[in-house]
């Protein structure tokens, strides 16, 4: 006779779409976008297949909802608080805080980034045009703001999305 399956626990809506998103979080995280199987979701959300496809959709809609948005509002907010400070601080003082704030992002949303590093960037789901990992797109509003800061401060030199970029992956491999 074979095993029949337990049926996923009643939770209201709100809540089963909530952790069906933390657990795509997770799954994207440690398997990548090709390795997550919706099925995988549900099994770590004990939620039905059905009600992930009615209050979530397809999976790149899940990978929307659970990495890309948060990390899209994670960054708004880091850009909201610099520009708020304005000039008042010395070079040396800004990009001690610029890599404070960017460390602190990284560890506290550590699950939401490897997510997208862990993707496959040039996935149909994740990247229709091929062109501009997601990943990327963050990481060049970044850019605008330290372009705009360092044209502030007389600092054109510096090649500042190099720069942006491998302090990313310092930033990244520190905050384990």
């Known amino acids: 006779m074979a095993a029949v399956e337990p ?9 089963a779409r909530q952790e069906i998103i933390r657990a795509a979080a997770e799954l994207f995280a440690r398997k990548g976008y090709d390795g997550t199987g919706m099925r995988d979701i549900a099994t770590l959300a004990d939620a039905d297949l059905s009600l992930i ?12 909802l659970a990495v890309l948005e948060p990390l899209h509002d994670f960054i708004s907010a880091m850009i909201e ?9 010395s070079n040396e003082d800004i990009i001690r805080l610029f890599v404070t704030e960017l460390y602190d992002l990284l560890k506290e ?3 939401i980034v490897l997510a997208l590093v862990s993707a496959n960037a040039f996935s149909a789901d994740i990247n229709p045009d091929g062109k501009n990992p ?4 963050e990481l060049d509003r970044l850019l605008d703001m330290a372009v705009r800061e ?27």
């Open 81 to 89: 608080r610099w520009v708020e400070r304005g000039q008042t601080m």
């Open 134 to 137: 997601p990943l990327s797109a």
């Open 109 to 111: 949303n550590r699950e």
């Open 7 to 15: 049926k996923p626990r009643k939770r209201g809506r709100g809540v």
């Open 53 to 64: 496809y009615r209050s979530v959709g397809s999976k790149s809609d899940l990978f929307t």
């Open 150 to 176: 360092a044209a502030e401060r007389d600092l054109q030199h510096i090649d500042l999305d190099l720069s942006l970029r491998y302090l990313l992956g310092i930033v990244m491999a520190r905050s384990e």
